[in-house]
């Protein structure tokens, strides 16, 4: 399984993105569901998660106000809507599943989480 990212692009600052995670015939149930990036030169870093159980979310504290994760459980897909983006939010973002947890933790640990695809790419500049 694969789970694919996908609804990145070039947007100005200020501007807004809605990604969205799936992949085909995979249902998210039972999983927590989390949202990585990659920016230039850093190392990856947990943004967002949903859980399964109760879909209690996390965000880290950078992206708070701004970032709202949700799930669409009839078309079994994970959304991260993006707003008030700002340059540093640049980067390659990842959707992958928790294959250890139903709920969300912090800090988001990228170990427990597989089914990574290729990821999509977020460019905030003017």
């Known amino acids: 399984v694969q789970l694919q990212a996908s609804g990145g692009g070039l947007v100005q600052p200020d501007g807004s993105l809605r990604l969205s995670c799936a992949a085909p015939?995979?249902?998210?149930?039972?999983?927590?569901i989390g949202w990585f990036r990659r920016a230039p030169g850093k190392e990856r870093e947990g943004v967002s998660c949903?859980?399964?159980?109760?879909?209690?979310?996390y965000y880290v504290d950078s992206v708070k106000g701004r970032f709202t994760i949700s799930r669409d459980k009839a078309k079994n897909t994970v959304h991260l809507q993006m707003n008030n983006l700002k340059p540093e939010d640049t980067g390659v973002y990842y959707c992958?599943?928790?294959?250890?947890?139903?709920?969300?933790?912090?800090?988001?640990?990228?170990?427990?989480?597989?089914?990574w695809g290729q990821g999509t790419l977020v460019t905030v500049s003017s």
């Open positions: 992958g599943a928790n294959l250890m947890r139903s709920r969300c933790v912090s800090p988001m640990r990228g170990y427990e989480y597989d089914y």
């Open positions: 015939g995979f249902t998210p149930d039972g999983y927590a």
């Open positions: 949903i859980s399964s159980s109760d879909a209690s979310t």
